[in-house]
């Protein structure tokens, strides 16, 4: 298959890229920096010649967006949504204009559309929707706005001959150098890998191996439209989180941190306590009602492999295709 993916040059587009090609498939990742063959530029905002690549593929997976790990300022979460938003409609219209028009649409969303909460699981049917919690940040609602907005742009376009997934995605943790994992491992490493502000909020995840299988099974399989979780079925309290990784680092002890550490630590790593703070406790409903089965349902386990796999530099994706 020829499989576009616009903004494919993250961690995600990476895992992506990697297995997909590995797989046997012609993958095409649209960049505003082309480096190397198979990157074509496009700015994310406008018509251009780079739709051709879309023209007669067989897969688009939509990655684009300004990263996330960044200061929550006003100028930042608006460049976020922008670029969102902008991104998702030049793809539905190079869709709708394409003479073959590729038969599924994969959108990048987040798990962060949903509430924070502790009570209760979200997922694709129960789940609430954020952005009227009380006792949280104001600006936590504009980044539900966000994903809101993100989904609607892909729903609102008009594609009839081609499917749409929004891609409802937990981090995905991978052994590359960069990604979520690798930062976590390092705190871990010197010895700040404890709870953070009590670390009762909930950690959502996936294993990139198990990533890269759903979107393989949503990619084959017609029938699935809509909103579907990429998270794996076992969330835990941050705490315990960062317990298990310590336990498959050899590391017995890590610091806890107080919310204004947390703050600090943020401001210093130009991220956000968002990212941190907010109780993300999302479980996938429609992949196992549809036959999906994780390989690495459960954190103990998929902590152990990824701090083998980044231990011997080891970073393929790629493992048979199941149900």
Not at 3 to 20: E, S
Request: with cysteine.
């Amino acid at each position: 298959m020829k499989i576009v993916i616009p903004g494919g040059t993250g961690q995600v587009g990476a895992i992506l890229d990697r297995a997909l090609t590995e797989a046997g498939h012609e993958v095409v990742v649209l960049t505003r920096r082309p480096s190397r063959d198979r990157e074509v530029w496009w700015d994310g905002e406008n018509p251009g010649t780079w739709a051709r690549e879309i023209d007669g593929s067989d897969v688009v997976i939509n990655l684009a967006g300004r990263s996330v790990s960044c200061r929550y300022t006003p100028a930042n979460l608006k460049s976020m949504m922008d670029s969102r938003v902008h991104s998702t409609r030049v793809v539905g219209e190079a869709v709708a204009a394409a003479v073959h028009p590729p038969r599924v649409w994969l959108q990048m969303s987040t798990a962060t559309v949903y509430a924070h909460r502790y009570d209760a699981p979200n997922d694709e049917a129960t789940g609430v929707i954020g952005g009227a919690e009380p006792d949280v940040p104001d600006y936590w609602s504009y980044s539900v706005e966000i994903a809101k907005n993100w989904e609607r742009e892909q729903e609102v376009a008009d594609t009839p001959h081609t499917r749409k997934v929004a891609l409802r995605a937990a981090m995905v943790m991978s052994p590359d150098r960069g990604g979520v994992f690798d930062v976590l491992s390092g705190l871990v490493r010197i010895g700040l890998g404890g709870p953070v502000a009590g670390g009762a909020q909930y950690v959502s995840w996936i294993h990139d191996q198990d990533f890269v299988r759903a979107v393989e099974f949503l990619i084959d399989r017609d029938d699935i439209g809509g909103p579907v979780n990429l998270a794996a079925p076992g969330p835990l309290p941050q705490r315990a989180f960062m317990r298990v990784l310590r336990a498959a680092r050899g590391v017995p002890v890590g610091l806890p941190a107080t919310k204004w550490m947390a703050e600090i630590g943020a401001f210093a790593l130009r991220s956000d306590t968002e990212l941190l703070l907010k109780s993300r406790r999302v479980v996938p409903g429609r992949l196992p009602a549809e036959g999906f089965t994780f390989d690495h349902p459960q954190w103990p386990e998929a902590a152990v492999d990824l701090v083998r796999r980044a231990r011997h530099g080891t970073g393929s994706t790629r493992r048979p295709v199941r149900a």
